[in-house]
């Protein structure tokens, strides 16, 4: 038996509730983990409240991010005691994820913890973290340089804003924060923005072009938000757009795009191919201050993960939470 987070829908209602789990439930895989640390994101939060069709079968046990050590294994590069970390393929949506003290999962999704972290700190990081830093390579990959202007990161208080900025300041990049939530003002500084803007500037209808301002961008909420940055993106700048926090909606023109050559990228880390995994975390062992963890991240209990969901969708959490899931 182990304890888990199990979502439940039936006549009764839509719930979320800690349970003793018996290792007969567990689903299919090739390896199964002992959990150490899981965390919440956006998506685990839509799952355990409820507030939007993420669970696709039920009962489930949510958490999109799982960092442990393999207790047994039938595939052939993992063995038992190796340390390992899980980001996305549906885990949490289609398949029970980390939430719970064990999981089984196709070692196909597994990809080796780096040695510069700890089971927490990778969690710390996360899905969001990662994303984070699949959009700073795709800003790479399109040849967008420290000296070519400043880089807006929109949701900057969330998990991949923060990592982000994190990231993009230790790079040497000029990060401007966009937030709604001014009382973070100096927690964006600490990080490396430059300077920290109001969301209510890029979030109001706007025109099909603005002034120039933006040599790169990570938008994490769609919508008119991501409209505007595009806007006012410099020519041959690049956005990445990796959520929709605002809206799946986007109510742009072509003209960024035929006028000044501007880029957007789109950054899925869900079904990321498993080469640019493993290149994310070892880029985020060397580009990321692990020291600015602490500011990024708190910790809560497996049954505290439940309440504090619902303060994440209400925009009331800060950065990353992480879920020790054996206390």
């Not at 967008?144 to 208080?157: L, R, S």
């Not at 109001?198 to 409209?227: C, M, N, Q, Y």
């Not at 950054?267 to 990321?272: F, G, I, K």
């Amino acid at each position: 038996m182990f304890k888990g987070i199990l979502i439940e829908k039936d006549d009764a209602g839509y719930r979320a509730s800690v349970q003793d789990i018996d290792d007969s439930q567990l689903p299919e895989g090739d390896v199964t983990v002992r959990v150490a640390m899981s965390s919440l994101n956006y998506k685990d939060g839509l799952a355990i409240t409820g507030k939007g069709p993420v669970v696709r079968k039920f009962p489930m046990v949510p958490g999109i991010d799982i960092a442990g050590t393999v207790e047994s294994s039938n595939n052939p590069d993992y063995k038992a005691g190796d340390r390992v970390v899980l980001n996305g393929w549906g885990v949490g949506e289609t398949h029970w994820g980390g939430l719970a003290q064990k999981a089984r999962l196709k070692g196909d999704w597994l990809v080796p913890l780096p040695a510069a972290f700890s089971e927490k700190q990778a969690v710390a990081i996360g899905t969001a973290g990662y994303t984070a830093m699949l959009c700073v390579m795709a800003l790479e990959r399109q040849g967008v340089k420290p000296t070519d202007g400043e880089i807006v990161v929109t949701g900057a208080v969330g998990g991949v804003g923060s990592v982000a900025i994190a990231v993009l300041a230790k790079l040497g990049y000029t990060v401007v924060a966009v937030s709604g939530r001014p009382e973070e003002t100096e927690y964006l500084k600490q990080l490396g923005a430059a300077e920290v803007l109001d969301r209510a500037i890029l979030s109001a209808p706007g025109k099909p072009l603005g002034k120039e301002r933006w040599a790169g961008a990570v938008d994490v909420v769609g919508s008119h938000t991501l409209a505007n940055i595009c806007a006012t993106t410099k020519y041959r700048g690049v956005v990445t757009a990796c959520g929709l926090a605002g809206g799946m909606d986007f109510p742009s023109s072509v003209a960024p795009f035929i006028l000044r050559g501007v880029t957007l990228v789109g950054v899925d880390s869900v079904m990321c191919p498993r080469p640019e995994r493993l290149l994310a975390w070892q880029r985020l062992a060397t580009d990321l201050d692990v020291g600015k963890l602490g500011l990024i991240t708190h910790e809560v209990s497996l049954a505290e993960a439940i309440p504090t969901a619902a303060q994440l969708m209400a925009g009331q959490v800060r950065g990353r939470v992480v879920v020790d899931v054996n206390r």
